[in-house]
């Protein structure tokens, strides 16, 4: 098969994250930023916030390149319930690193991806459990100012030295942790027709 015959991806993200996992499928893919408000609604849960920006944002891309494969992707992590979002500052980072020691964190992992030729999507939620250790305040102090991880939620990058600071984690999927859950994304591919394995 050709490879004029895929249709034109496109990851609905501004997170290098997301691009570098993406680029393991060694694919074609594009990358537009999809600029819509990520702010969670009143009583909204934690996983109905993930799907719903994940729709969003696939759905902001493909009204601009319509006939497109999309990809939008969001995460979601929480506490007992409550979401914990991109620290952004050291100090919002180092207060939820204290808050999260000891204690096993849910990520919400939600990917859809929206079928441009028939306005189809298919939604998925991954979820991943991440228990982090009980680390003294000055290891946490440490941690953040080598690797800044001010722009993930949960304040650790799991897939550099953030790794250290957790214990265990449990997922179906390994890299639904970074942001990118690649065992369901490449199963909607599949089931959208994409072609993979081409010379």
Do not use: W
Request: hydrophobic share 40%.
């Amino acid at each position: 098969m050709p490879s004029s015959t895929r249709p034109t991806l496109i990851l609905g993200s501004s997170s290098r994250y997301r691009r570098e996992l993406l680029e393991r499928l060694r694919i074609p893919f594009e990358v537009a930023t999809p600029d819509i408000d990520e702010t969670p609604l009143a009583g909204e849960a934690p996983e109905a916030t993930a799907l719903r920006l994940s729709l969003a944002k696939a759905q902001a891309i493909s009204a601009r390149h319509p006939g497109a494969l999309v990809i939008g992707s969001d995460q979601v992590a929480t506490l007992d319930g409550a979401q914990i979002g991109k620290p952004g500052t050291h100090e919002n980072a180092l207060a939820q690193l204290k808050m999260m020691r000891g204690r096993t964190i849910t990520f919400h992992s939600a990917l859809c991806l929206l079928d441009g030729r028939t306005g189809q999507h298919q939604l998925a939620d991954v979820q991943t459990l991440a228990t982090f250790r009980a680390l003294e305040d000055a290891e946490l102090e440490a941690y953040l100012l080598l690797e800044h991880p001010y722009d993930v939620a949960g304040s650790a990058k799991s897939e550099g030295l953030g790794i250290a600071l957790l214990s265990q984690v449990e997922s179906d999927d390994p890299t639904a942790l970074v942001g990118l859950p690649l065992i369901a994304l490449t199963g909607m591919l599949r089931a959208a027709g994409y072609p993979f394995f081409q010379a």
